[in-house]
């Protein structure tokens, strides 16, 4: 079953725009991870924020965590059309390492 | 370093035949995961590996499904008796140790017809 959601379903940017995806779940986390995915295939693993963390910067990301509401969010700044993909949250919730994934946000950068 | 590589990296087989998937993790990686993925929403996790045994195997849909990594290493999951339900994008991702980043391979794009 799914844990996580991700808001909003789909997303559609100029480039240079920032984007800005929301991720909700449920249960206690370890940690949370934020990927990416192309054309339904691999994800490429993004950023980690741990439960006793609240922002995380990387390059043009920059993720915070809120486990009080059980949510986080993703920015990225100054997007570029390669930046079209779809984006996860994921949790480990109970085990500690199994991945919650969301349904994911769809985000599309147009030149 | 060489990343998660997975094949084959597309199946296509027949409704009740036998498949295999096979996933080779980054080395020096102990902890091995596999993850379904249908059209539309987030991999689903399968099966968790640290070594050689499969530490949680609470995922698997059904008996058909089986994974085995034998030597701590490359692991293969085993579909029997293949249905039209299973038709998904299985995913491999392997990381240092169970609970640290996992890292995931291109996937296998599975169809049963």
């Known amino acids: 079953s799914q844990q996580g959601e991700e808001d909003p379903q789909a997303l559609s940017i100029q480039e240079g725009e920032n984007a800005t995806m929301n991720c909700s779940y449920k249960?206690?986390?370890?940690?949370l991870q934020w990927y990416r995915q192309n054309s339904g295939r691999g994800l490429v693993h993004l950023i980690l924020?741990?439960?006793?963390?609240r922002e995380k910067h990387s390059g043009r990301l920059r993720v915070t965590l809120d486990t009080s509401k059980k949510s986080s969010s993703l920015l990225i700044t100054a997007s570029r059309a390669a930046d079209t993909a779809s984006y996860f949250c994921?949790?480990?919730?109970?085990?500690?390492?199994?991945?919650?994934f969301g349904k994911g946000t769809s985000l599309l950068v147009t030149p | 370093g060489a990343g998660v590589s997975q094949t084959p990296s597309n199946k296509v087989t027949e409704k009740g035949k036998y498949v295999e998937l096979r996933c080779d993790p980054i080395?020096?990686?102990?902890?091995l995961y596999w993850y379904r993925q249908s059209l539309g929403q987030g991999p689903e996790f399968l099966i968790y590996?640290?070594?050689?045994?499969?530490?949680?195997d609470s995922g698997l849909p059904n008996d058909r499904f089986f994974a085995v990594r034998p030597e701590g290493s490359v692991s293969t999951l085993k579909i029997q008796r293949t249905e039209r339900g299973d038709s998904a994008v299985y995913l491999c991702?392997?990381?240092?140790?169970?609970?640290?980043?996992?890292?995931f391979g291109p996937g296998t794009r599975l169809l049963v017809l």
């Open positions: 924020i741990r439960s006793n963390e």
């Open positions: 080395s020096g990686h102990t902890a």
């Open positions: 991702a392997s990381s240092l140790w169970g609970g640290e980043t996992q890292y």
């Open positions: 590996f640290q070594g050689t045994g499969a530490a949680d």
């Open positions: 249960t206690s986390i370890n940690n």
């Open positions: 994921a949790t480990d919730g109970d085990s500690g390492y199994a991945l919650n």
